[in-house]
């Protein structure tokens, strides 16, 4: 019968646990949806500047590519090809985001990026195959995208922490500290390699 009891009680404490976690879990998102009614043009911003960050990730993994078999050096095209991977992870990071802040993906076409891109391409139009001079104008192009990222996820960082998505603004972060590491590393590569032995 002890047993019994026993076994009872730690079942019932259990069952506590599991809706005291459950109740701890919907105040939050009751804390957050209150906090976002609190801020309607912040959090309108917010979601619009995440569509505009999700479509400039999509489009800037397609442009990587081009830019990793235009690069002349096997440094620069391995740090392109990596950032690709990186990039990926971003599209899925911010997938994420959506969910937790209940918005459905959407991407909004990134006039910012757009252009980056363009100037990219026409970088590998107008510079000889092979040479150095390429590889610096390659860099340069792909750390204005690294600078507008680095931007823009630091304002959704901030953003994230004022509507009190705490989960958002953390996978946000990671993705900023990434970019920064992105753009460091491509400062090296270009001090190291190519400056130096630019035509």
Excluded at 123 to 128: A, F, R, Y
Excluded at 154 to 166: C, F, I, N, P, S
Excluded at 183 to 198: G, M, R, V
């Amino acid at each position: 019968m002890e047993k019994k009891s026993t076994t009872t009680r730690n079942s019932g404490l259990a069952s506590n646990a599991t809706k005291e976690t459950a109740s701890q879990t919907n105040k939050k998102a009751n804390t957050q949806d209150q906090e976002s009614n609190n801020h309607p043009k912040l959090q309108e911003f917010f979601v619009d500047s995440l569509k505009d960050i999700y479509w400039a990730e999509k489009h800037l993994v397609k442009a990587l590519g081009k830019l990793q078999k235009a690069a002349t050096t096997d440094e620069l095209k391995n740090a392109f090809g990596e950032h690709q991977s990186q990039t990926e992870e971003h599209v899925t990071r911010l997938e994420q985001v959506f969910e937790i802040v209940g918005e459905k993906a959407v991407a909004k076409k990134c006039e910012a990026m757009d252009g980056i891109t363009k100037e990219a391409d026409s970088i590998v139009e107008e510079t000889e195959e092979d040479t150095y001079t390429r590889d610096v104008a390659l860099i340069m192009a792909a750390q204005k995208a690294e600078h507008y990222e680095i931007a823009t996820y630091g304002t959704l960082v901030q953003l994230a922490k004022v509507l009190q998505y705490d989960d958002a603004a953390e996978l946000l972060n990671q993705t900023l500290e990434e970019e920064k590491e992105t753009d460091q590393k491509l400062t090296d590569i270009a001090e190291s390699n190519i400056n130096n032995e630019a035509e």
